[in-house]
């Protein structure tokens, strides 16, 4: 399968998936494709913000079926993802999803042998220890990563929340009388028939209790 997906354009509509051999075409301007080195006229991000760019329009593009996602990603586990656009022959590199795992079949594998090898073999413990602390130290980088990475969701998941709790409190409807709450106000009257509190003192006790301005109230 080649996926469509155009990062300039970046209209959904357009995006389709495409069957080798099967005469179906659908109309686009970039492909991905999954290969394990970059062709020599590519180019890919100078920096990490770059990158960090080019995913984020990505994501917010959100231009491929479910499906297609999910077998990208499968894909670009053992593979690098390159995004190539036909009208502009850029090549642009996506950050393949084996960083965003820390389990390590080598690690399991050599503490296995380890355990089985003749406690003689001074020379075959050496490498299997050298190999299980390789693995370790790339497991703890890609620790690193990730709870760099769980920190950034914590507080954009907190920024969120405290805009989205913004966003009900502004838009929660209101009583037209200030002296009222939205229960009390069920006749929908104003401030200025409010029969609750029609004198100037018992209007300016509620002013002072809600924290209003007297002028105002």
Partial sequence: MVFRL???C??????????????????SCCVIQNVHKPPPNARGPDTDHERRQLQARAT???PMPRNASALVKSDAAENTTIVVCANTSAHFYLRSMSDRSVTS???REAMDELDNVCLNAADQQTVLLQRILSQLATMSSKMTTMNFRLERLEHDNRALTGNTNLLVERSAPKSNCVFCSIEDNRDNHFSGRCS?????????AQAMVLGLCLESA
Avoid: M, Q, W
């Avoid at 609750?196 to 300016?204: A, H, K, L, S, W």
């Fill in 6 to 8: 155009c990062l300039k």
């Fill in 10 to 27: 970046l209209k959904p509509e357009d995006c389709r998936i495409k069957r080798v051999g099967s005469g179906r075409d659908h109309a």
């Fill in 60 to 62: 917010a593009a959100n």
């Fill in 105 to 107: 079949p080598d690690l």
């Fill in 196 to 204: 609750r509190y029609f004198d100037p003192v018992t209007r300016t």
